[in-house]
């Protein structure tokens, strides 16, 4: 007798192939079975007109700190996310010498948007090395599994000291013996890869760009060659691809002789860039080396509102003698007091204007209900504001006003130079790509993404109405298999008998993103955006179920992923 069977659920296996109606069966934590009418089991789920899929693989997550407080990994684990892999983007908690953690949080707060203080309260720093860190996210019990990466940063900063948190200063030779040393071991101990930034965008809290920026040939070869006798983990990079950047990047990951996947996103600078780059890792893979671009499956963009981190009037000196109040008393202070909300509306000087301000021609309400991720410029603020005589800052505030002060804006800065999501269906169509950038735990103030695995299978598989949607089949293996497959995790990400039970059980038809919304139940009660759904019937990790009609069931069978 099986222990669970799922009857008569389209079933959409991961591996791209055409979906069948039959049943999963799961016996001890794995699937036993895959087929039509299966035998009895001890509990048994009408899956009729149902959507039977893997668990989600979320490989692009910033849940280092998370992770140690929160067992639920909220939002990923409302949207069908079984297993998240974090340490993205060189940045992270491990490994960090007694008393040096306010740099790794001061580093983190600037490059992820997770506020120091609630870093500070909520990660406890238990450890020093890496396979301490991994340690406690085992000890942990949890709704979904999770692996951790190396992050460059903490590695450099470990070895090096103060010197480690300049970009500009140079590892001795000793240092860089040390830091190959210390990743060789975290890889043999489990970790699932290494990743650095070599990206301007990336700054400390306190503007220092990230230490890992101009990190030299040397660095970054040594470090390959630890991974090389490691003979373990995914070498993860987010670079700004200047000239020569990906030919380094490139040559790190053949001495390593281990996958290299690169971020890549449409930047407005060079709109063209991504191509470039894309057609380089196209190159490389032609040469035999294992190497993807991770992809967003919607615009990179910010989330403006009035208890948002950033909004149009952020920088005006009226909005500032507002900051401390609560959310609830700046929305009654602008609701009530006219004269407040004249002066916000008059210019604030060149020196204090806000981007946001300026850039009401790319920002979009995102109204509750309806939520429009691929929105028409004709419908911008700007556009909505001169249709109705009114000026854009005062219906950008009228907006955001809405619903006792919840009311969003959309603003699109990446993956939407053309104005929609055109290039992102030639990033998700193309072979060399994953689907990754969801930045689940980071920018908790102004993003929201998380729900990008929700949001890939309506709008692409269902919903798009400005270009041509995608097979069903083809999102679920982007999200299932591919992504399980990049980081080496062949135990999971396919409805095949042998592999592991991550089993999501979707209502496609009522399957949708509820807008995103502002939450204080972060350490110190430190406030977050996040965005749930609706439509996940039940999800199962290793076999037991963790969420049933988009709520948690409270079992917590999830485990640290370790690689091998």
């Known amino acids: 007798m099986y222990d669970l069977v799922i009857r008569g659920g389209t079933v959409i296996d991961g591996s791209g192939g055409a979906s069948r109606t039959g049943d999963v069966a799961v016996v001890d934590g794995k699937i036993a079975a895959v087929g039509g009418k299966l035998g009895p089991a001890r509990r048994e789920i009408d899956a009729g007109g149902l959507l039977v899929t893997p668990g989600f693989v979320d490989i692009h997550t910033h849940y280092d700190g998370q992770a140690t407080w929160d067992s639920y990994l909220t939002p990923s684990s409302w949207h069908g996310v079984t297993t998240a892999v974090f340490g993205n983007c060189g940045v992270g908690f491990a490994p960090v010498r007694p008393g040096a953690s306010p740099y790794l949080i001061n580093l983190m707060e600037g490059v992820e948007d997770i506020p120091g203080t609630v870093l500070a309260e909520g990660v406890p720093f238990n450890w020093e090395s890496f396979p301490q860190y991994m340690d406690a996210l085992d000890a942990k019990p949890r709704a979904v599994d999770v692996g951790a990466q190396v992050p ?229 603020v700007a556009a909505m504001a001169t249709r109705r005589g009114m000026e854009p800052r005062a219906l950008a505030l009228e907006l955001m006003m809405a619903d006792g002060g919840t009311g969003l804006l959309l603003h699109p800065f990446e993956n939407y130079c053309g104005g929609n999501l055109d290039v992102v269906h030639e990033m998700l169509t193309d072979d060399a790509t994953v689907v990754g950038v969801a930045d689940g735990g980071a920018h908790v103030g102004v993003i929201s993404d998380a729900s990008a695995p929700t949001f890939l299978l309506t709008h692409w598989g269902r919903d798009r109405t400005r270009g041509p949607r995608l097979p069903l089949e083809v999102l679920v293996r982007k999200q299932t298999r591919d992504t399980a497959m990049a980081y080496g995790m062949k135990d999971r990400g396919l409805l095949v008998p042998g592999l592991k039970a991550d089993i999501n059980v979707i209502d496609f038809g009522r399957l949708r993103m509820l807008s995103p919304e502002i939450a204080y139940d972060l350490p110190t009660g430190g406030k977050r955006l996040v965005q749930k759904a609706e439509g996940y019937r039940h999800v199962f990790v290793n076999g037991v179920e963790t969420l049933r009609d988009d709520a948690h069931t409270g079992e917590l069978p999830g485990r640290l992923v370790r690689s091998s």
């Open 152 to 380: 460059h940063a903490a590695l450099r900063f470990y070895v090096m000291g103060d010197r480690g948190a300049d970009h500009a200063q140079v590892p001795t030779e000793a240092e860089l013996e040390r830091m190959g040393a210390l990743l060789e071991e975290s890889l043999l101990a489990g970790a699932l890869g290494f990743t650095t930034s070599r990206t301007t965008k990336h700054k400390a809290r306190d503007g220092r760009l990230t230490p890992t920026l101009s990190a030299r040939e040397p660095e970054l070869f040594a470090l390959a060659r630890a991974m090389k006798r490691a003979g373990r983990g995914v070498l993860e990079v987010n670079s700004d691809f200047g000239p020569g950047e990906f030919e380094a990047i490139e040559a790190a990951a053949r001495i390593a002789g281990r996958p290299l996947s690169c971020l890549l996103v449409q930047v407005n600078n060079a709109p063209d860039l991504w191509r470039e780059t894309l057609d380089q890792i196209r190159a490389a893979r032609a040469t035999g080396l294992e190497a993807n671009a991770q992809v967003g499956c919607r615009p990179i963009g910010v989330l403006l509102g009035l208890d948002t981190t950033v909004n149009p009037f952020s920088a005006h000196p009226v909005w500032a003698s507002m900051r401390k109040l609560s959310a609830a008393q700046r929305y009654k202070a602008l609701s009530t007091d006219a004269d407040l909300r004249r002066r916000l509306l008059e210019p604030a000087p060149e020196s204090a204007a806000s981007i946001f301000a300026a850039e009401l021609t790319n920002a979009f309400a995102l109204t509750a209900g309806a939520l429009d991720y691929e929105p028409d410029r004709a419908n911008s």
